[in-house]
């Protein structure tokens, strides 16, 4: 089923402002030209993908704003169950999150609201990403994704955080056309490098996109707040409360985790898919030994792929693309020793 016709099937409540096709033309630079999209195709073409359980992927600052300028829910990619589990999962959440919000969440989304109008987009930005990096970091979660209320009262991992602050930056007005949760996948088979999700925002005037991480385990943890385990800090509990303001977090031990896309330190990581509410965008397509092993074994495998500006390309017999690079074994222990 292609995502279009899954969009379509669901009501969700209108972003602010709402995300039409007239609104994202108006976006600057946004457009499907093939001169808008030439310079991220080409650093597609001319990068470096990443193989790992039978997927080739391209590296996360090598898609950069191509992320924003291509349509989600293109009706000539066919998107992957995985990709469509992550868009209903979302839309789950935000529907929980229409019903149910933390306590003092009306502060946290004015306070986001007056920095953007004193400071501009990107102060807000990390205004936002040092709030929800207040919340601690526990694994163990049942692979939803948590809305505010829950993620705040009892932590969650990186979906839960990028989850929050697209949620937060969505209330405070930013138009979620501007919003991508992003999935980043393994290097390599069978290694402890996870899947991992994050929120990239596109800010006006800047060079590139704005990569938000979130704290990783050994990091989560505040030293003020032994007493309980699980969801907000003590110093996220009184921003929310009214008894400390919300820049406080700026000078929190977390603080920000935000930087250009280029510069995060997630750039070289494979990107499988982009998506928000509306829809998804996949960036992998299978591996040259998968088709080879599918026709092998007797099932029907295309060879035949569409690239991201509609131009249909074949695998060779040799396994080889010849459109798209796929990285070597020493290209692939070149990237790791530097990323």
Same mark, same amino acid.
């Given at each position: 089923?292609?995502?279009?016709?899954? @969009?379509?099937?669901?009501?969700?409540?209108?972003?602010?402002?709402?995300?039409?096709?007239?609104?994202?033309?108006?976006?600057?630079?946004?457009?499907?030209?093939?001169?808008?999209?030439?310079?991220?195709?080409?650093?597609?073409?001319?990068?470096? +993908? +990443?193989?790992? /359980?039978?997927?080739?992927?391209?590296?996360?600052?090598?898609? %950069?704003?191509?992320? =924003?300028?291509?349509?989600?829910?293109?009706?000539?990619?066919?998107?992957?169950?995985?990709?469509?589990?992550?868009?209903?999962?979302?839309?789950?959440?935000?529907?929980?999150?229409?019903?149910?919000?933390?306590?003092? +969440?009306? #502060?946290?989304?004015?306070?986001?609201?007056?920095?953007?109008?004193?400071?501009?987009?990107?102060?807000?930005?990390?205004?936002?990403?040092?709030?929800?990096?207040?919340?601690?970091?526990?694994?163990?979660?049942?692979?939803?994704?948590y809305a505010p209320a829950r993620f705040f009262a009892e932590g969650g991992v990186c979906k839960d955080f990028a989850v929050a602050k697209y949620l937060l930056l969505r209330d405070a007005g930013f138009d979620i056309a501007r919003l991508r949760l992003v999935s980043l996948a393994p290097r390599y088979n069978n290694t402890p490098d996870d899947w991992h999700v994050i929120l990239?925002?596109?800010?006006?005037? @800047?060079?590139?996109?704005?990569?938000?991480?979130?704290?990783?385990?050994?990091?989560?943890?505040?030293?003020?707040?032994?007493?309980?385990? @699980? %969801?907000?800090?003590?110093?996220?509990?009184?921003?929310?409360?009214?008894?400390?303001?919300?820049?406080?977090?700026?000078?929190?031990?977390?603080?920000?985790?935000?930087?250009?896309?280029?510069?995060? %330190?997630?750039?070289?990581?494979?990107?499988?898919?982009? =998506? /928000?509410?509306?829809?998804?965008?996949?960036?992998? #397509?299978?591996?040259? %030994?998968?088709?080879?092993?599918?026709?092998?074994?007797?099932?029907?495998?295309?060879?035949?792929?569409?690239?991201?500006?509609?131009?249909? +390309?074949?695998?060779?017999?040799?396994?080889? =693309?010849?459109?798209? #690079?796929?990285?070597?074994?020493?290209? #692939?222990?070149?990237?790791?020793?530097?990323?």
């Amino acid at each position: 089923m292609f995502l279009c016709a899954v @969009a379509g099937a669901v009501s969700l409540p209108a972003a602010s402002p709402s995300y039409t096709s007239e609104a994202r033309s108006a976006l600057p630079g946004y457009s499907t030209t093939p001169h808008a999209l030439n310079p991220g195709i080409e650093r597609l073409r001319a990068g470096t +993908w +990443w193989e790992a /359980n039978r997927k080739i992927r391209p590296e996360l600052a090598q898609v %950069g704003d191509l992320m =924003f300028l291509l349509p989600l829910a293109d009706k000539k990619l066919e998107p992957s169950s995985d990709a469509i589990g992550r868009v209903q999962r979302l839309r789950d959440a935000l529907r929980s999150h229409m019903k149910r919000v933390p306590a003092g +969440w009306s #502060r946290l989304v004015a306070q986001v609201r007056a920095e953007r109008a004193k400071a501009g987009d990107t102060s807000a930005v990390l205004l936002a990403d040092s709030l929800v990096n207040e919340v601690r970091y526990r694994d163990g979660t049942d692979g939803s994704y948590y809305a505010p209320a829950r993620f705040f009262a009892e932590g969650g991992v990186c979906k839960d955080f990028a989850v929050a602050k697209y949620l937060l930056l969505r209330d405070a007005g930013f138009d979620i056309a501007r919003l991508r949760l992003v999935s980043l996948a393994p290097r390599y088979n069978n290694t402890p490098d996870d899947w991992h999700v994050i929120l990239v925002v596109q800010i006006d005037g @800047a060079s590139e996109p704005l990569a938000l991480d979130s704290p990783s385990a050994p990091t989560a943890k505040r030293a003020d707040d032994t007493a309980n385990e @699980a %969801g907000s800090s003590a110093l996220l509990g009184a921003v929310l409360s009214g008894r400390a303001p919300a820049a406080a977090v700026l000078r929190a031990p977390a603080g920000p985790l935000a930087a250009p896309l280029g510069q995060s %330190g997630q750039a070289r990581r494979p990107l499988a898919t982009v =998506f /928000n509410e509306e829809g998804s965008r996949s960036f992998e #397509r299978a591996a040259p %030994g998968a088709l080879r092993r599918a026709s092998a074994a007797g099932r029907s495998a295309s060879a035949m792929y569409v690239d991201e500006m509609g131009d249909p +390309w074949k695998v060779d017999r040799t396994g080889t =693309f010849p459109k798209w #690079r796929v990285a070597t074994e020493q290209t #692939r222990q070149t990237s790791a020793i530097g990323s």
